[in-house]
């Protein structure tokens, strides 16, 4: 496509409960990233996958956390027994793996609410 | 890890004048510095970008200075206009690495008409 698409666009949930969040990047782009962004905050680093494998994970907060990319496309970023501060915006971008790759591209996001 | 500082956190300026936001690093090792613009309910959208073989960058009325010796650089806008009204990220991020960015805390810009 011609963007990252991201869905849903918002998703409430309650305490405790699973939720998946989905990521579509642009097509070719073979490196994809999961950011979280708390109200008046900047994006926060959550995980790196060059193509299929999560090259870095080093910001998922806990383990309650996981984001998979099975086919080095699409992927989901899945949080298990949600609390309410996992409440924020969860941004997904991509970008071309060349060496001196210019900046992401975001997609607009899915704004969580656990309530 | 990389920390950076932006300020101020709101800026109003009138239309047509310039409007200036910096940015603080830690990580002498950064070598990547992207300014993106994100507005209401929309995903951030990179403006333009900086890397530390240079000290400056233009394009059009969006320019960015970087000082590698004081670890800070700033985004300069002239000729404000409505449109230009966003909250503004400064990032930093050592190209080659995990190539995650470490972003600043946002700059509410509003330019009155």
């Known amino acids: 496509g011609a963007g990252v698409s991201q869905t849903p666009s918002n998703k409430v949930t309650e305490k405790g409960k699973y939720v998946e969040l989905r990521c579509d990047p642009i097509?070719?782009?073979?490196?994809l990233y999961w950011y979280r962004q708390s109200l008046g905050q900047g994006p926060e680093f959550l995980i790196y996958?060059?193509?299929?494998?999560?090259?870095?994970d080093s910001g998922l907060p806990n383990d309650r956390f996981f984001a998979v990319r099975p086919e080095g496309s699409v992927s989901t970023l899945k949080i298990q027994r949600t609390e309410r501060g996992d409440s924020a915006v969860y941004l997904c971008a991509s970008s071309l793996n060349v060496p001196g790759a210019e900046g992401y591209t975001f997609g607009s996001g899915t704004r969580l609410t656990v309530v | 890890g990389e920390n950076v500082e932006q300020h101020p956190s709101t800026l109003s300026v009138q239309e047509g004048d310039s409007a200036v936001i910096k940015c603080t690093y830690s990580d002498s090792a950064s070598n990547y510095f992207p300014w993106y613009k994100q507005e209401l309910g929309k995903g951030p959208q990179l403006i333009i970008d900086?890397?530390?073989?240079?000290g400056e960058k233009k394009d059009q009325r969006i320019a960015v200075t970087l000082n590698k010796t004081a670890k800070h650089f700033s985004l300069h806008i002239t000729e404000t206009q409505p449109e230009d009204s966003a909250v503004y990220f400064c990032a930093a991020s050592v190209s080659g690495s995990a190539r995650q960015l470490t972003f600043g805390s946002g700059t509410q810009l509003t330019v009155l008409p």
């Open positions: 097509s070719g782009h073979t490196a």
């Open positions: 900086i890397r530390s073989n240079v």
């Open positions: 996958f060059q193509g299929t494998g999560a090259a870095d």
